[in-house]
Nanobody, 121 residues
């Protein structure tokens, strides 16, 4: 009934850039915060960046100054521009959205399927 579809992952060399996209579709009434998390092998999932419906942003210290999160509310889409990638950024990146659904007008937490980002040195 609600889907988050991610795109934009891949394999790059250190120093390169990638842009991730995540589009929400289905029975959404409105969307509150949208964000990106990542999980590296053997590690817990961690917050990378989040953006509120009003455009306020928050970033993990490890990505500040390199990553930029943005959203297009008209398209229900969140983006993550990743610059100056390093091997430490290698992980599966998951989109997250807190969505008010149209069938109950309550907030629900949704996850995308994940997209692999691999950075080689």
């Amino acid at each position: 009934q609600v889907q988050l579809v991610e795109s934009g992952g891949g394999s790059v060399q250190a120093g390169a850039s990638l842009r991730l996209s995540c589009a929400a579709s289905g029975r959404t009434f409105s969307i509150n915060a949208m964000g990106w998390y990542r999980q590296a092998p053997g590690k817990q999932r961690e917050l990378v960046a989040v953006v509120t419906s009003g455009g306020n942003t928050n970033y993990a210290d490890s990505v500040k100054g390199r990553f930029t999160i943005s959203r297009d509310n008209a398209k229900n889409t969140v983006y993550l521009q990743m610059n100056t990638l390093t091997p430490d950024d290698t992980a599966v990146y998951f989109c997250n959205a807190r969505i008010i659904t149209d069938w109950d007008r309550r907030e629900h937490n949704y996850w995308g399927q994940g997209t692999q980002v691999t950075v080689s040195s």
